[in-house]
């Protein structure tokens, strides 16, 4: 820092401005500082800029907050006000200390702020018992009775076999409309349909996987119309062709053959003729049980597939024929 | 088992009858249905949305967390009054900036998946010279009420010469007669209709020849509904005289007038004459004229007479009247809504007049009844109502049954808007703090505060004021946490209130955690005042009283080293304390440095008693000397401010 006597208070302020002109950085601090010395006799001229002084950094001011809500819910709240609807895990309004998630070693369980374990999941904190049955209360006045002589599965299979069903979809989007609400179900069971063999095993043959062999069903889906009314028109006119095709024959059914049977028909097969053969060839006479027998394994073989049990059953049969048993 | 493999969320399963058609002959089996008639009954008929109202029905407020519009987390919570209103403010102004940034670009938004269409999502019309108008339009703008849009279309239909029917002009004339050629508010401004204050001054501010007028000159055949459209819309913004002018041209070319005219005028027939007398005279008239003319009254006609009425009320016979009114109309068949009983009150109720218990007989009237809006003056009912049970009839029970009034069904709608509801609140707040017993209040305030109301600073004095007076100090840390989240801490007449509080406790072995507690407020209270801004423009500035509650306070908290940190401020920048430290906490104080042997303390509290020129300091001087040994330096200074002899009195 030069120290220049005698210099004036208009000579030092045409320095400064040069200074500026020339970029020089004066900061505040020395401006002060030399105005300051400005009433002595010798000012101090600085050509170089002092070092940059750190301001202290800005201290952040906190905000008065509220504490969190589940410290004002009194221990009898009605939980159905504050949690109405479904809703993301919220930690400041759950008043239960829960935790959950893999604790990292040496640490406890991750408590319930900012768990994202417990936002993923799916959580029926809307559902409590006391809420249901508010809701409940609320929805009563919307229903009927059920109607008195359905009250078993029986009776409502005898009155009413078909069971017809749609979804309707709400969208909180721009568009309304859902293209799936179009789709209709139709299921009857085969049962009520009252069809003798033929007529089932042709119906069975038309529909293929559409019937369900463990509960008997036939489902009839249709999404081909774009309305449902159309869709639903349309299964029961599938349901009413299948029926009356399948209780007709057509002239051409005879040529059905031994390969087309969907099932394995012991009358007249080659097992029944070498049985009959070994019949023949057996002295004693072959007890009817063990026939009877024997024809009920074979058929099950066809019928069921070969596994353990059917094929066990089948050589116990045949030892029994043979008279090795 | 009906449950079906079933797609989509939510399946609706339908029980259909088997169709006996479909079956042809030769069905061996017995699928005919039994004799025995399955008869379902009819579906119970509802609206789209009748399930979603049931359920929401189970639902009602929650007073431990904020508004549903605001942000549910602790640190987005607001807190105080002023926070709330910047907070809704400014989520509403994203929207406006979001619906300005559309409309300024309405190119960009083509995309319309919206089926139905929406038209609130996309950006408004603009009419200029080029676009396609009709008389449709224009029919279709006066319809969705958007006024300058209307006008616009109107002008420029002027200027290209297309022609419209006198319909659409008298259409046109009602809407401009009605919003005075403004826009009114947008109804998606939920927000700042919200925040908005309702009561406007009452003055002229009809446009005078303008398009109203302009339109209704333009009019082949000026009938009644041009004339009535005219007179109601000057009528609303009070421009009387034109008004009247009209009304007499209608009654000297025998142009009959219907029932919403005559109410516009009854209503302001205050302004067309000077005394009461002459007022309820022109009533009188207008109401005989409208019988003559074979008009029958409605709601309007009560409310509007009953109006006129309330600002008469000073006139002696206006509270005879008001009920003479209410039983004709009620002969006629004509039920009062709630704005009848808000006009009602303010007849009766009057700040300087006999107590009437009218509000009672009004409650017992309407207790449980759901209320629509049927008048814009239906929302003052409530307000009033509380007004005048805090300060007409002082009693919490009315009070209360206003109160459960307006919490049946959806009457809370008719709380107005945000100034009417704070007002509501603080008159019930203000009535229980003087009612109650501290505990049930307590109960209140916090069902109430922080989220359905917020205390303003005056009665938040008066919360102070009780627990002073209950002396109920447990509560003091709650309420102290609850003015530091309101932003009560600069108001400095609500600090010196909890200072003085705080000097009545009484610390005791049971309560050490509160007496703790208390320290914590008042120390609290010491470093916000200090660390406040100094550039504030209202900043909060010590006082002598206040330095003094505050040492009290510490003292008697065991505080002792932060009352000396106290103490050092006051002597050192005691110009910055308007007037001086009474003379009991210098006592106090004193008391304390002895116990603790702190000679220090204790002269520079003798020091300061000296300058504040307190007549006891000579009696805590020798106290000291009493009971302390002083150091010669303590001495000295002592004998050259108080002088030898008062020493050597002593010793």
């Not at chain 1, 759950?94 to 702020?113: C, E, F, I, N």
């Amino acid at each position: 820092m030069l120290k220049l006597g005698g210099v004036t208070p208009r000579l030092y302020s045409q320095v400064l401005r040069l200074a500026a002109s020339c970029n020089i950085h004066t900061t505040l601090s020395t401006f002060s500082e030399l105005k300051a010395e400005e009433n002595e006799e010798f000012r101090t001229l600085e050509l170089r800029s002092k070092k940059f002084v750190r301001q202290p950094a800005r201290v952040m001011k906190s905000h008065n907050v509220v504490p969190p809500r589940y410290k004002r819910q009194k221990v009898d709240q009605d939980w159905g006000n504050v949690w109405p609807a479904a809703r993301t895990f919220h930690p400041a309004s759950v008043p239960l200390p829960v935790r959950q998630g893999y604790p990292a070693s040496g640490q406890v369980t991750p408590d319930k702020w900012g768990n994202a374990e417990l936002m993923k999941i799916p959580n029926f904190l809307h559902l409590t018992p006391p809420v249901i049955k508010r809701q409940c209360e609320a929805l009563k006045k919307f229903c009927t009775p059920w109607p008195s002589g359905i009250e078993t599965a029986a009776e409502q299979e005898k009155y009413f076999p078909v069971m017809v069903s749609k979804s309707t979809y709400l969208h909180s989007s721009p568009t309304l409309r859902d293209q799936k609400a179009r789709i209709v179900t139709l299921r009857v069971s085969l049962k009520s349909l009252d069809l003798d063999d033929h007529g089932r095993d042709k119906l069975l043959r038309l529909v293929k996987n559409r019937h369900d062999p463990t509960t008997d069903c036939l489902t009839i889906v249709a999404d081909r119309c774009p309305l449902s009314q159309q869709n639903y028109d349309y299964c029961f006119y599938l349901l009413t062709v299948l029926y009356n095709e399948s209780m007709k024959t057509e002239p051409w059914e005879h040529e059905k053959e031994v390969a087309d049977r969907e099932r394995y028909i012991w009358e007249g097969s080659p097992s029944q003729a070498a049985l009959q053969a070994i019949i023949d060839s057996n002295e004693d006479s072959t007890p009817e049980e063990v026939i009877e027998e024997y024809k009920k394994v074979v058929i099950d073989l066809h019928n069921e597939g070969e596994d353990e049990p059917t094929l066990s059953r089948y050589r116990d049969s045949v030892m029994k024929l043979v008279g090795l048993a | 088992n009906m449950a079906g493999t079933l797609l989509g969320r939510k399946p609706v399963k339908l029980l259909q009858r088997f169709l006996k058609s479909t079956f042809c002959h030769d069905v061996a089996s017995s699928s005919q249905l039994s004799s025995e008639k399955i008869v379902i009954p009819n579906r119970i008929p509802r609206s789209p949305t009748a399930i979603l109202e049931a359920l929401a029905s189970t639902v009602s407020r929650d007073s431990s967390g904020p508004h549903y519009k605001y942000h549910d987390d602790p640190y987005l919570t607001p807190g105080s009054n002023l926070s709330k209103r910047v907070f809704s403010l400014s989520k509403e102004a994203g929207r406006k900036a979001a619906r300005w940034i559309r409309d300024e670009n309405a190119a960009f938004f083509t995309h319309r998946p919206d089926d139905p269409f929406i038209e609130a999502f996309f950006p408004k019309m603009t009419y200029n010279e080029e676009s396609n108008l009709s008389e449709e339009t224009l029919r279709e703008l006066i319809q969705k009420c958007s006024v300058s849009d209307a006008i616009t279309v109107y002008q420029l239909s002027q200027s290209k010469g297309i022609e419209l029917s006198d319909n659409v002009y008298q259409e046109l004339l009602e809407l401009v007669a009605y919003y005075n050629c403004e826009d009114p508010l947008d109804e998606d401004w939920v927000e700042e209709r919200w925040y908005r204050q309702g009561v406007t001054a009452v003055r002229n501010t009809w446009k005078d020849n303008g398009l109203a007028e302009e339109l209704f000159k333009s009019l082949s055949t000026k009938g009644s509904a041009a004339y009535g459209a005219l007179i109601r819309g000057m009528a609303q913004y009070y421009q009387v005289d034109r008004a009247w002018q009209l009304y007499q041209e209608c009654k000297e070319k025998n142009i009959p007038l219907d029932a919403g005219t005559y109410n516009s005028l009854i209503r302001v027939a205050s302004f067309l004459r000077d005394s009461f007398d002459l007022r309820w005279q022109l009533v009188k008239e207008l109401l005989t004229s409208m019988a003559e003319s074979g008009v029958s009254p409605n709601l309007g006609t009560l409310n509007c007479t009953l109006e006129a009425l309330s600002q008469v009320a000073t006139w002696r016979q206006a509270k005879q009247l008001s009920l003479q009114v209410i039983a004709e109309f009620k002969s006629l068949g004509i039920q009062p809504c709630l704005a009848t009983y808000y006009f009602l009150l303010t007849i009766h109720c009057r700040e300087r007049g006999p107590i009437s218990r009218i509000l009672i007989d009004i409650l017992d009237h309407i207790e449980g009844k759901q209320f629509e809006i049927e008048d814009p003056k239906d929302t003052f009912f409530f307000v009033t109502a509380m007004d005048v049970s805090r300060n007409h009839l002082q009693s919490l029970e009315v009070a209360q049954r206003v109160d459960k009034l307006l919490h049946t069904g959806n009457n809370y709608c008719l709380i107005g808007d945000s100034f009417k509801e704070s007002i509501y609140y603080r008159h019930y707040f203000a009535l229980a703090c003087s009612t109650l017993i501290i505990e049930d209040f307590m109960e209140i305030y916090n069902d109430l505060v922080p989220h359905i109301y917020t205390p303003e600073p005056g009665v938040m004095e008066e919360v102070m004021k009780a627990i002073s007076t209950h002396e109920a100090f447990e509560y003091l840390p709650q309420l102290w946490s609850d003015m530091i989240v309101f932003e009560h801490t600069s108001r400095d007449r609500l600090l010196s209130l909890v200072l003085s509080v705080l000097t009545k406790y009484q610390p005791s072995e049971e309560n050490k955690q509160l007496t703790k507690q208390l320290a914590t407020i008042a120390w609290d209270v010491w470093t916000r005042v200090q660390e406040q801004d100094e550039t504030r423009h209202n900043k909060v500035s010590w006082n002598g009283l206040m330095i003094g509650d505050l040492l009290t306070t510490l003292v008697q908290c065991g505080e002792y080293d932060k009352s000396l940190i106290v103490m050092k401020e006051a002597t050192t920048n005691a110009h910055k304390i308007l007037g001086y430290i009474p003379v009991n906490a210098l006592q106090i104080l004193n008391n304390a440095a002895i116990e603790k042997e702190d000679a220090e303390t204790c002269v520079s509290v003798a020091m300061y008693g000296l300058d504040a020129g307190h007549q006891e300091t000579g009696e805590m001087v020798k106290q000291l000397q009493s009971k302390l040994n002083l150091s010669l330096e303590h001495q000295a200074k002592l004998s050259s401010a108080f002088g030898t002899e008062l020493l050597n009195d002593s010793s």
